[in-house]
């Protein structure tokens, strides 16, 4: 399989403490990876390290995208390379429509117009196929909306922007069944041999629906151990305190 | 003419601190001219005569002898909705000259009245557009005014507005604040009436030397009575915003509440933001809340934007847009709205 995503050695700081301790990782086109481990691990720092979050520090390492180094690359070139990440947190944005919102985001990621009519055509299948509120369309980005709203928001985004790598931060927090269910299926549609998922998580409702072909365990800012779909149930079995002393 | 201070403070803080006023002069030649379009139902608006009364004698304006000589020498429109009729009017100043007019509207029982007020253009050579608006809302009316300034960077804009809300009076404000050198803004609403509700709205983008000086003083009177004061905006380069909101409940205003909000976004370190929020109070049972914030853009939404494929000048741009927006979306008229948010776009 095609390389995706190369990690050497990354180590990452934020305001001068150390958070990620050495990550080695190689994401394939059309695998499934996910990364598991405790509060305070690293997880949304990896998260935000391969998207370029200026506010995480690389101090070591490098990262590799398609056969291009993007380690000093800005956010938006990252995005425009074909990485998109569904944030935990997705931010409101007053002023602007979704549709309008994300209509732009795809004419600036793929430099071309993007013609309205198919794109409201496009919109309304995807929001459909997420039982997403077709009305959300004409309101503001994630303004009033519920934190399942938002969060289908982002894997409608996701859908629409069609990455190469969709890392999903924390996506199924704060969800309730269906909505993780929703999810997962949306997600599932997007995936195919050409695109590769990171899934950063700390349990494992949204892998019920997802198969994922590679599973890492970090913990203390390292990934202390990878394996296949069988880890998740080691990891539910066990917990994490087993992984602990490889760190 | 000299130095006059704007926009005083009702009651004044230290002096050191240098908020209780702005001194300013009036710019522009002597010379008044009127250039004032107000289109409308032709049986509601009549000419105001030089020297008409105040609705209230007592209002005082941005600064006294500015609003004296207004009162005293520029002719006006009034405008007199009767009771339970719903009117539009439209109002429009082209500052092709400099400006002196006066505005009164009494707007009967039951009555809705909409206020469309739209200012642009300007001349070579710094010129003053100062007007006075005054209302006069009666029982159970509702009035809704927008007001979008486009004016060019070289008028000095001064506006002088008193609301005076009977019983159950309903009243909404939204200014769109874009264009002028120097905004000396002050309102007066005086909610005498009880469950009189005044909701004002104001929305601000500075750049270069542009001064946007607000003063906003809600008087309760009546029980239960209800007033908000949003106002936000942005600056970029050395442009200057003060606001001074003041919430007064007087002696009688039981179960009345009032709420005062001032955001401002930072855009460079060489703006300068004065918020001064105020409470007065005489009575007990009342709720008055502020808040104020001034700060630079949140970087976590920088970074959401950017990862969406944005510049990061691109994000920075949506990210005043968007603050902007939900007040201009609020015009709901399509060209007007077009055209603030162009002026917008050109402006960060």
């Given at each position: 399989m095609a390389e995706l995503l190369q990690i050497k050695d990354l180590e990452v700081s934020v305001e001068d403490k150390k958070i990620l301790k050495g990550i080695d990782l190689t994401i394939n086109k059309g695998e499934v990876h996910v990364v598991m481990g405790t509060n305070g691990a690293g997880k949304s720092t990896l998260a935000n390290a391969i998207m370029g979050n200026?506010?995480?520090?690389?101090?070591k390492g490098s990262i590799v995208f398609d056969g291009n180094d993007?380690?000093?690359?800005?956010v938006n070139d990252r995005a425009k390379a074909g990485i998109f990440m569904s944030f935990q947190h997705p931010i409101s944005v007053p002023g602007i429509t979704v549709e309008n919102f994300i209509r732009t985001a795809k004419s600036t990621i793929t430099g071309e117009n993007v013609r309205a009519l198919a794109f409201k055509k496009e919109l309304k299948e995807k929001m459909d196929e997420l039982s997403?509120?077709?009305?959300?369309?004409?309101?503001?980005?994630?303004?009033?909306?519920s934190g399942g709203e938002r969060k289908k928001n982002e894997i409608l985004q996701m859908a629409i922007l069609n990455p190469k790598l969709a890392i999903l931060d924390?996506?199924?927090?704060?969800?309730?069944v269906d909505a993780v269910r929703i999810v997962s299926e949306g997600v599932n549609r997007f995936h195919n041999e050409d695109n590769a998922v990171l899934i950063i998580t700390h349990h494992n409702q949204i892998l019920q629906k997802l198969k994922p072909d590679f599973v890492h365990v970090l913990i203390n800012g390292k990934i202390v151990k990878t394996g296949d779909a069988s880890l998740v149930r080691e990891i539910e079995e066990k917990g994490y305190d087993a992984y602990k002393a490889l760190a | 003419m000299s130095e006059l201070l704007f926009n005083e403070l009702p009651r004044p803080t230290f002096?050191?601190?240098?908020?209780n006023h702005t001194p300013a002069s009036l710019l522009g030649e002597s010379e008044e001219t009127k250039s004032v379009l107000v289109k409308g139902n032709d049986a509601i608006i009549s000419e105001l005569p030089t020297g008409t009364a105040l609705i209230n004698p007592n209002y005082k304006g941005a600064n006294d002898v500015a609003l004296t000589q207004l009162v005293n020498s520029a002719e006006g429109y009034a405008v007199h909705v009767p009771a339970n009729a719903n009117e539009i009017v439209g109002i429009r100043i082209d500052a092709g000259a400099r400006i002196a007019s006066r505005f009164q509207f009494i707007v009967e029982e039951g009555a809705n009245l909409e206020v469309q007020f739209f200012l642009d253009g300007g001349l070579a050579n710094t010129t003053n557009v100062q007007y006075f608006n005054e209302y006069d809302v009666k029982a159970n009316a509702k009035v809704v005014v927008k007001k979008v300034n486009l004016l060019d960077d070289t008028i000095q804009h001064i506006e002088h507005r008193y609301t005076k809300l009977e019983d159950n009076a309903d009243v909404e404000y939204i200014n769109v604040e874009i264009g002028g050198k120097e905004n000396f803004l002050h309102y007066e609403h005086d909610l005498?009436?009880?469950?009189s509700k005044i909701v004002h709205d104001i929305a601000y983008l500075g750049n270069k030397e542009q001064k946007f000086d607000i003063a906003m003083l809600m008087s309760h009177g009546g029980k239960k009575s209800f007033s908000d004061i949003h106002t936000l905006g942005a600056l970029s380069d050395t442009a200057k915003k003060s606001f001074r909101g003041t919430l007064d409940f007087l002696?009688?205003?039981?179960?009345s509440e009032g709420a005062e909000e001032d955001t401002c976004l930072l855009l460079d370190p060489t703006v300068k933001s004065i918020s001064l929020p105020l409470l007065l109070c005489k009575e007990d049972n009342v709720v008055g809340n502020h808040a104020a914030s001034a700060g630079q853009i949140d970087q976590n939404k920088l970074f959401y934007l950017m990862s969406r494929g944005f510049s990061e000048v691109e994000a920075k741009h949506i990210i005043v847009e968007s603050m902007i927006r939900p007040i201009i979306d609020r015009i709901g008229d399509e060209v007007i709205e077009k055209a603030a948010l162009t002026a917008v776009r050109n402006k960060i």
């Open positions: 200026p506010l995480y520090t690389v101090d993007i380690t000093e690359d800005a997403f509120d077709t009305s959300y369309a004409q309101r503001y980005v994630n303004e009033g909306f924390e996506t199924d927090s704060g969800l309730d | 002096r050191w601190l240098r908020v005498q009436g009880q469950s002696r009688g205003a039981v179960a």
